[in-house]
């Protein structure tokens, strides 16, 4: 069956102007996260929706971030005034049930290069 | 403060040998261990995974050591392939009421022929 799939899988866009990624995780899979990977680290948790809920949003930077899964599938990462330490390969990351020690499913994620 | 530490930041291995991987942590409230590969331009993959209930997980290749005292495992890949060459990264998980994964900086192998 068809993965997690992310898009665009390439974004760059100037200092301050506002972006959108998006996920689509795998069909059926109620729980949905978001990461952020740095070059040369690994992935950071930035937000985790159980359906259409975020339930833990602890790893949000700050309120230039913003993420919405509104009808409990396809998520969107927003980031507003974007600015040059943004710039990363954003990660989305399904899974089949709720928190636990489900297996997370990870897709290809968006690189975003902030010039 | 980082909240497992991996090591080493790279490896290289010849073909047929064994790699080995290392994480430690400090929370002992962490419960659940995965180890997860990474191609360049994919996202990561679950290779295997271990709860500490155990001290070893093996799948074919692959084998997580779990050590609970020290508050430390490590992936061990025996027979090693150029195939395996990908970025290696630990993470931890906390069921209780966390649903994260927080990962480590990754190991970097190398498989030469």
């Known amino acids: 069956g068809a993965g997690v799939s992310q898009t665009p899988s390439n974004k760059v866009t100037e200092k301050g102007k506002y972006v959108e990624l998006r996920c689509d995780p795998i069909?059926?899979?109620?729980?949905l996260y978001w990461y952020r990977q740095s070059l040369g680290q690994g992935p950071e948790f930035l937000i985790y929706f159980q359906g259409t809920g975020a339930a833990d949003d602890s790893g949000l930077p700050n309120d230039r971030f913003f993420a919405v899964r509104p009808e409990g599938s396809v998520s969107t990462l927003k980031i507003q005034r974007t600015e040059r330490g943004d710039s990363a390969v954003y990660l989305c990351?399904?899974?089949?049930?709720?928190?636990?020690?489900?297996?997370?499913?990870f897709g290809p994620g968006t690189r975003l290069t902030v010039l | 403060q980082q909240q497992v530490k991996q090591s080493p930041q790279s490896l290289i291995v010849q073909k047929g040998g064994i790699s080995i991987i290392n994480c430690a942590y400090e929370?002992?409230?962490?419960?659940?261990f995965p180890w997860y590969q990474q191609f360049p331009g994919k996202g990561p993959a679950l290779l295997i995974a271990i709860r500490p209930d155990v001290s070893e997980k093996k799948e074919g290749r692959f084998t997580i050591s779990f050590n609970k005292s020290a508050k430390q495992f490590s992936l061990h890949i025996m027979d090693s392939q150029p195939g395996d060459s990908a970025t290696y990264f630990c993470a931890v998980h906390s069921g209780a009421g966390s649903y994260q994964l927080t990962f480590g900086k990754g190991t970097k192998l190398s498989v030469i022929p």
């Open positions: 069909s059926g899979h109620t729980a």
């Open positions: 990351a399904s899974s089949p049930l709720a928190g636990g020690h489900n297996e997370q499913f």
């Open positions: 929370n002992t409230a962490f419960d659940y």
